[in-house]
């Protein structure tokens, strides 16, 4: 899965200290203090950007925001440099940044909500991936499928997918009736075929309470293979009729439409669950110093 490094915070009163670790080789990098830190009280999160082609070289963002979700600005690391940058958002709309983010192309794409006024001036949300570049100077909005949650954003085979919940059930079975459709459940899977005009194609969709029994089991997105069409997440329940009191990784094979157990998660194990692809090189992450 995606992701060589992660950022996580040490939290400490006072002060707080930021480390990107590789677990894979357990080396790690202590970040130096941002130049302004974020006030906010609701918006504190960091997205980790790296090229696994220059596996040594990262960016870690942190978006600042006030506390009526506008978006101020980003701070950027750097670590050919070893230090921030600040930068003034790009957007004029009002846009809520979860947790999800991907790199694709030089961007970071983090799935957001954008709100905006409905008719009767009441705030309605809208799923978007808030596009930014590694300078903080390009910025950009491109509109997802809807779907009825965030959904999850990841890079397979070099192209821009997105996998939400769809808002109904794409597909209805002939043994399907008016119980079995409350029940129902689709995870569509989409590609963003034409980056300039924001085109989405239907990759796959499949109903969920087919492949799972929903009555007994609750799940959970994870994301994308970068290599196969394989799409993650993870389950907690029954499977194959064995019950499980941890959570398990599962694959859902695209091309055979198949579902598989990949391992059991230790117990007590919740989320979030982020793409993973261990690199075991044994260069360092550098800093501006190269240490």
Not at 98 to 107: E, K, P
Not at 222 to 242: A, L, M, N, Q
Request: include cysteine; hydrophobic fraction near 35%.
């Amino acid at each position: 899965m995606a992701s060589s490094y992660a950022p996580t915070n040490r939290r400490r009163e006072p002060p707080v200290s930021s480390i990107v670790c590789n677990p894979a080789t357990q080396r790690w990098t202590e970040l130096p203090p941002r130049p302004r830190p974020n006030t906010c009280r609701y918006y504190q999160q960091f997205h980790l950007a790296f090229d696994p082609a220059v596996p040594s070289h990262f960016h870690v963002f942190d978006f600042e925001s006030t506390d009526d979700v506008d978006i101020t600005g980003v701070s950027i690391y750097s670590s050919r440099t070893g230090a921030w940058s600040q930068r003034d958002t790009g957007l004029v709309d009002k846009v809520w940044l979860t947790n999800r983010s991907v790199l694709v192309g030089g961007m970071l794409h983090v799935v957001g909500n954008l709100l905006y006024p409905d008719d009767s001036n009441n705030w309605e949300d809208k799923t978007v991936l808030v596009a930014v570049d590694m300078e903080g100077k390009v910025w950009k909005t491109i509109s997802v499928p809807r779907g009825q949650s965030y959904g999850t954003v990841g890079c397979s085979q070099w192209c821009l997918h997105h996998a939400a919940i769809s808002p109904a059930p794409l597909t209805v079975g002939d043994d399907d009736d008016e119980d079995t459709l409350c029940m129902a459940e689709e995870v569509a899977i989409w590609r963003l075929e034409n980056y300039d005009t924001q085109q989405w194609a239907l990759k796959q969709s499949f109903r969920v309470d087919k492949v799972l029994n929903l009555n007994e089991v609750e799940y959970r997105m994870v994301g994308f293979h970068p290599d196969r069409d394989t799409f993650f997440f993870v389950s907690k329940g029954i499977f194959e009729g064995e019950a499980w009191d941890a959570a398990s990784l599962l694959t859902w094979d695209m091309r055979h439409r198949q579902l598989s157990s990949v391992l059991h998660l230790e117990k007590s194990s919740v989320g979030p669950y982020l793409p993973y692809v261990p690199l075991f090189s044994s260069e360092p992450l550098a800093d501006a110093g190269g240490h």
